[in-house]
């Protein structure tokens, strides 16, 4: 519907309507206006599958859902760093969306994994933003691409379950910018999401619904989002504040407590009737553009979609340890150990959870072969050994070839709702592990996990398959990993700490009461582990295959550019082995040296090839100024500082094969702010300016004579190096201190005279 189609129906509401528009008329539903041919529309949790509620609602998954498909959640999905693949994936939830009468699916959720800890990482994509946004825009695009809408979630800073409602997340301007806006930022730029979703807690004093500088300032002003802004469901805390911030729409209902305050507010003058048709407009635009594009003839096959959940599941397991003892021959005589081969845990707990329509486990796969014999091992309701189970494990484990336990994270330990406390798997799984490894020296562990977990085993197993929270098909998707079937392909979107504490967050991850405050700063993940020079179990972007790559040839269209120019990077893969297989190409770029403080390095793109066995290929990269900048919190923007950059190819975060330096030409110059206490080394930097203050400093430091007023000894002691310094760091308002004659007022008057030098 045009934009003066709309407006004529707003001009023909009345304002308890246009206030009723503003919320829902129940837990799914936006409100309808029969008299105006304004339909109710539906939405529906997401983001990994359809969580539609057709009787009773909530948004913890307690009541039923309709039967759907389950598909990897974002923790797998982001380990693909394939985006063609979250684009097919989405256009499938798409088509699903318009078979069911969904209007908007909620998500995807690409909030930051600040800590392996966080109840949700198994909903997330990554600890870095640049792949979290580049990965939810991919499904974004496939799910809008069939007329649907989805609602990135949860905007802004919302890193922890932990008093979700009510925390405040303190972070500090450039790591908003850099880290956790910049999640958001690409997808919506890029892919246009019709709706935003706001987050529970506070961001920086303010509860994120009512949050104008993010809400408005950022996301419509700077960002250019057009679509409807909606509040979790029961994030509102101020419903007129709230609206004037720039929340659209509140979900779910207040049962028209909320309208009312509305409708009372535009009455006495406090809320200009105007804000709420701009809420209204924006909300009818989407209601429209879903009503006027539906497919009347969408349909979905339960089986078909099942199909492409195990497509997604194959290529986001990643393959973390192999001994050359992968991949398996499946004639031989195998020991699968483990609940999770039985029931594997394949989705997390809370609003994302799936009713789903069938589950394929690793057994069902293998079911009729005699050679592959199965024991339980433990049980995962409760933390504890069955020595019975157990026994029977590693029988059955001495007498196979090879061993493959199945184990991981149980409900309990991850969910939305509430955070881990601990990076462990449960005891009994890894007593499991420990005692199956003394007796069966082929062993592989299957993880089954949201999350990274410490492995205190790792090196008494010969293979590790993370294979995340991989949907209902994953045990397909598992064993044709573990026989071969398929080439592992993914990589880690996320670091494994050696153990918890080794995390930036530790110190402070749940905060103090409802503060939270982001010490680590961008020190997030890899730029924190890599600037410490740490170890850690596997770092970000690590993932074997079962063929090799070998890089050459990386070119770069220009070495020297200016900021406003792109560079062409471009880089030759071949694949060395005997299998054909799937490799991420990761490129990040290192700011040689700086003035502020960087990162080692960041990932600015990435690709994923696919190569026969022997075949190269080349990929091509595009940097912007975006791949050298950092946000300068004095002008409030991207800056890049002229200097030299390196552009790193690598197979890992810790694994780069090639480098290549450019020179980069900053176009953009940053006035220096100077006052009475700028320091005598700052003030150098600018030749003009040290000319203008010389006259201050004529006499010596210290006044004339000192140095001859000094005893021998300490004379000996003043080094020139040390002169300098002290010269170096002395405010410009020094002299008033250490000789007579120079005033304050005086000192300012220079000052003057260095402001307005650029001026
Ligand atoms: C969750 C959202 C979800 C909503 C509706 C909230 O509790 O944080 O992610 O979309 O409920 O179920």
């Known amino acids: ?21 503003c919320s829902g008329a129940d837990f799914w539903h936006t409100e309808a206006i029969e008299r105006l041919g304004i339909p109710a529309s539906m939405v529906s949790d997401g983001p990994h599958g359809l969580r539609k509620q057709d ?21 797998g999905t982001a380990a693909s760093f394939n985006r063609e693949l979250l684009t097919s994936m989405g256009a499938t939830l798409g088509n699903e969306c318009q078979a069911e009468g969904i209007s908007v699916i909620l998500g995807p959720a690409v909030n ?4 392996p800890l966080c109840g949700r990482n ?19 695009k496939g799910i809008q691409s069939k007329n649907v809408g989805t609602s990135i979630k949860h905007f802004l800073a919302n890193n922890q379950e932990t008093r979700r409602q009510s925390s405040e997340s303190r972070v500090d301007e450039r790591t908003l910018h850099e880290i956790y806006l910049a999640a958001f930022e690409g997808a919506i730029k890029k892919q246009k999401p019709w709706t935003v979703m706001c987050s529970y807690n506070r961001i920086n004093g303010f509860y994120a619904a009512q949050n104008h500088k993010y809400l408005t300032e950022t996301l419509r002003d700077r960002w250019g989002f057009d679509g409807y802004v909606v509040s979790d469901w029961g994030a509102v805390n101020n419903r007129v504040e709230d609206l004037k911030a720039g929340l659209d729409l509140e979900m779910p209902t207040s049962l028209g407590a909320n309208d009312k305050l509305i409708v009372e507010a535009v009455q006495n003058g406090t809320l200009e009737e105007s804000v709420v048709d701009t809420a209204v407009e924006r909300i009818l635009n989407i209601i429209f553009r879903y009503e006027e594009n539906r497919d009347k003839n969408a349909a979905w096959d339960k089986d078909e979609d099942h199909e492409m959940a195990r497509k997604v599941a194959e290529e986001t397991i990643v393959l973390l340890k192999n001994d050359g003892l992968l991949p398996l021959n499946e004639n031989d005589d195998i020991a699968f150990i483990g609940k999770y081969a039985e029931a594997p845990r394949y989705q997390g707990g809370g ?4 009713n789903s329509h069938k589950v394929t486990s690793a057994m069902d796969v293998v079911s009729g072969k005699s050679n592959i014999v199965y024991a339980r091992g433990y049980n995962d309701d409760e933390d504890k050994t069955d020595e019975t ?6 029988e059955a484990a001495k007498k196979a070839k090879v061993a493959v336990i199945f184990a991981g994270l149980p409900d309990a330990f991850e969910s939305e709702g509430f955070d881990r406390t601990h990076m462990s798997m449960p005891n009994c799984q890894n007593e499991l592990i420990e005692k199956v490894a003394a007796v069966q020296p082929n062993t592989v562990v299957v993880l089954h996990n949201g999350s990274p977990v410490e492995m205190p085993w790792i090196d008494k197993v010969k293979g590790v398959v993370e294979a995340y929270l991989g949907g209902q098909a994953v045990g397909g998707a598992v064993c044709d990993i573990l026989f071969g079937k398929v080439n592992p392909s993914a990589k880690l979107p996320e670091t494994f700490p050696l153990k918890l504490e080794d995390n930036p967050s530790y110190l402070f991850y749940f905060g103090e009461g409802d ?14 582990y890599d600037k410490k020079k740490m170890d850690v179990l596997f770092p970000f972007g690590y993932g074997l295959s079962y063929t090799t790559f070998e890089y050459s040839n990386l070119t770069v269209d220009k070495e020297n550019l200016k900021d406003t120019d792109t560079l062409t990077v471009s880089v030759n893969i071949t694949n060395t082995g005997k299998m054909a297989g799937k490799e991420v190409v990761q490129l990040y770029v290192a700011d040689k040296e700086s003035t502020v403080i960087r990162p080692v390095k960041e990932l600015r793109d990435f690709a994923k090839v696919d190569l026969a066995p022997g075949e190269t290929k080349t990929v091509t990269f595009t940097l912007d100024k975006r791949a050298f900048a950092y946000y300068n919190v004095q002008i409030h923007d991207w800056h890049v500082e002229t200097g030299e950059f390196e552009i790193l190819i690598g197979k890992s975060s810790r694994d780069i094969v090639l480098r290549k330096t450019v020179t980069v030409e900053s176009t953009v110059k940053i006035p220096m702010v100077y006052t009475t206490d700028t320091t005598v080394g700052d003030v150098m930097k600018d030749p003009r300016a040290w000319e203008i203050v010389k006259p201050l400093f004529a006499n010596g430091m210290f006044g004339e004579g000192s140095e001859a007023n000094v005893g021998d000894a300490a004379a000996e002691a003043i080094s020139e190096e040390m002169m300098e ?8 308002r020094g002299p008033v201190s250490f000789h007579g004659g120079v005033s304050m007022a005086d000192v300012q008057k220079y000052v003057d005279q260095l402001n307005a030098l650029d001026s």
């Open 389 to 394: 189970l157990l026994a029977e494990a590693v």
């Open 112 to 115: 930051i994994k600040r800590s």
């Open 351 to 354: 609003s994302s959870h799936i």
């Open 122 to 140: 198994f909903e997330y994509y990554s600890e870095d933003p640049y792949v979290a946004t580049e990965m939810a825009g991919a499904l974004i």
């Open 515 to 528: 503060t939270v405050e982001y010490r680590e700063g961008i020190f997030v993940g890899y730029r924190y």
């Open 55 to 75: 009787q009773e609602g909530d948004h913890l998954g307690v009541n039923d859902s309709i039967k759907a498909v389950c598909f990897p959640a974002g923790c």
């Open 1 to 21: 519907m045009t934009t003066e189609k709309i407006r004529e129906l707003i001009a023909r509401m009345t304002l308890e309507e246009k206030a009723s528009m």
């Open 725 to 732: 310094a002290m010269l170096k760091y002395m405010p410009l």
